[in-house]
């Protein structure tokens, strides 16, 4: 049984840089079998995949065509965690961000956070 | 790329069944059998109720059934009941090593 939580800020001001971070119980971010991700649910754009990191043999991740080149999601295997960064934030970035499981040919959600909002506003 | 294709909303009586379907394209839910459906209840976290098209997780009722043909797939509730009404999203994995939302539906039990 995976469990997620996270925790960040609930504000972030226009063009700043959005943090959360999601620690991990019941896996490890290492796991050559697991895949950890950043989702987010606003009333205009509904669900939202942003991207995910994982360990298969080295690190890599993929992201999110919308958020692509102001995104990175990084592991901390000291902590057993892992973090969403979202550089030069809008309004437009105000929602409930999720972290979530998923894995090697598992590519489904089971396992969520308990979700965060974050609004952008000054 | 844009967000699969869901019904905004839909209803059914007590007993009923209702189906929702997920149109997306041949880079998504066509290419693949990693669609699944989650239910979210306002201000709840989504739950995954059906993975790989039609596969139900533990603990879900086979009331929820899943199905794709071509680039749409479809969840279909049967028997609806009032616990029934809530949000359903679908989700697809695309050729691009991506995840693909739908919109959502909201269903109602009327």
């Known amino acids: 049984q995976v469990q997620l939580q996270q925790s960040g800020p609930g504000l972030v001001k226009p063009s700043q840089t959005l943090s959360l971070t999601c620690a991990i119980s019941g896996d490890s971010v290492s796991s050559n079998t697991a895949a950890w991700n950043w989702i987010r649910q606003s009333p205009s754009r509904g669900l939202e995949w942003l991207g995910r990191?994982?360990?298969?043999?080295?690190?890599?991740?993929d992201y999110a065509v919308s958020v692509q080149g102001r995104i990175t999601i990084t592991p901390d295997t000291s902590k057993n965690q892992f973090s969403l960064q979202l550089n030069s934030v809008t309004p437009e970035d105000t929602a409930v961000y999720y972290c979530s499981h998923s894995g090697y040919f598992v590519e489904y959600f089971k396992y969520w956070g308990q979700g965060s909002l974050v609004i952008v506003s000054s | 790329q844009s967000a699969l294709t869901q019904p905004a909303s839909v209803s059914g009586s007590p007993g009923q069944s209702i189906t929702i379907s997920c149109t997306g394209t041949s880079s998504d839910v066509g290419a693949h059998n990693y669609v699944s459906w989650y239910q979210q209840y306002p201000g709840k976290v989504p739950k995954l109720m059906i993975y790989d098209v039609s596969h139900r997780p533990s603990g879900v009722s086979n009331r929820f059934s899943g199905s794709k043909s071509g680039n749409t797939a479809s969840l279909t509730i049967s028997g609806l009941q009032a616990e029934d009404e809530a949000d359903y999203h679908c989700?697809?994995?695309?050729?691009?090593?991506?995840?693909?939302f739908g919109g959502g539906t909201k269903l109602t039990v009327l």
């Open positions: 989700a697809s994995y695309t050729t691009s090593r991506t995840i693909m």
């Open positions: 990191t994982y360990y298969r043999s080295k690190w890599d991740s």
